[in-house]
């Protein structure tokens, strides 16, 4: 089983619409998980952290379930701009690495 | 701010060559790490380490070489370049490898062995 399972897409959306990924992480060990976003050719960016059960950034929400490992990123109110790949990553408590999902790919249509 | 700078940003090898991918940043992080992308692979975690003296290998480590004599480099080596090894390749670094701190990454190098 994949360390990290995320739906590859891609998710077309209308500006403004409201969008979910979902993301499964098979490491219970997982303490802290983050949502980066990776433009075309681009270098990964951190989005979001979530610690605790979620957390809320503007028009992101990112909401953790660990009895059932998984983790979503809600946007809201969808931009041109928001076009990318949306990258989940969980990290186990005190470990070094970064486990990287394949990547769900956003595209938002004028 | 230059954060983590690597060089070069592209590169075309013939299989069988040696090179090194150049990884440099100026934010005095412990932790350093090099990551290749493959399509549908997602990041690949390749050789990573946490203060300079220090590395270990990652997920896929074989036909790398690395080392971290000082805070600031991390360069990443290939000893025999091979076709498999075709890749966009990402250097990372965050503050310490245990906090819960962001990941920085370089712009990568765009890798292709011919």
């Known amino acids: 089983r994949k360390e990290v399972e995320q739906d590859p897409g891609p998710f077309n959306v209308p500006e403004g619409a409201t969008v979910a990924f979902n993301c499964t992480y098979s490491?219970?060990?997982?303490?802290?998980f983050f949502w980066y976003r990776q433009d075309c050719r681009k270098e990964p960016k951190l989005l979001m952290s979530?610690?605790?059960s979620g957390n809320e950034d503007g028009r992101f929400t990112a909401q953790l379930n660990r009895a059932s490992q998984y983790i979503s990123l809600l946007i809201r109110d969808s931009k041109l701009s928001d076009s990318a790949t949306y990258l989940c990553?969980?990290?186990?408590?005190?470990?070094?690495?970064?486990?990287f999902g394949t990547g769900t790919r956003l595209t938002v249509i004028p | 701010n230059a954060g983590v700078t690597q060089t070069p940003k592209f590169q075309v090898l013939k299989t069988g060559q040696s090179m090194t991918l150049q990884c440099a940043q100026d934010?005095?992080?412990?932790?350093m790490s090099w990551y290749r992308q493959d399509p549908g692979m997602g990041l690949r975690l390749i050789h990573y380490?946490?203060?300079?003296?220090?590395?270990d290998q990652g997920e896929v480590p074989n036909g790398y070489n690395v080392s971290r004599s000082t805070t600031e480099d991390f360069p990443l080596r290939l000893l025999l370049a091979a076709p498999s090894q075709t890749s966009v390749y990402f250097c990372?670094?965050?503050?310490?490898?245990?906090?819960?701190?962001?990941?920085?990454f370089g712009q990568g190098t765009r890798l292709t062995v011919v």
């Open positions: 990372a670094s965050s503050k310490t490898p245990t906090e819960n701190t962001e990941a920085f």
């Open positions: 490491n219970s060990a997982s303490q802290s």
């Open positions: 979530v610690y605790s």
């Open positions: 990553v969980p990290r186990e408590g005190g470990a070094n690495n970064l486990f």
């Open positions: 934010m005095n992080h412990e932790y």
């Open positions: 380490s946490v203060g300079a003296g220090i590395t």
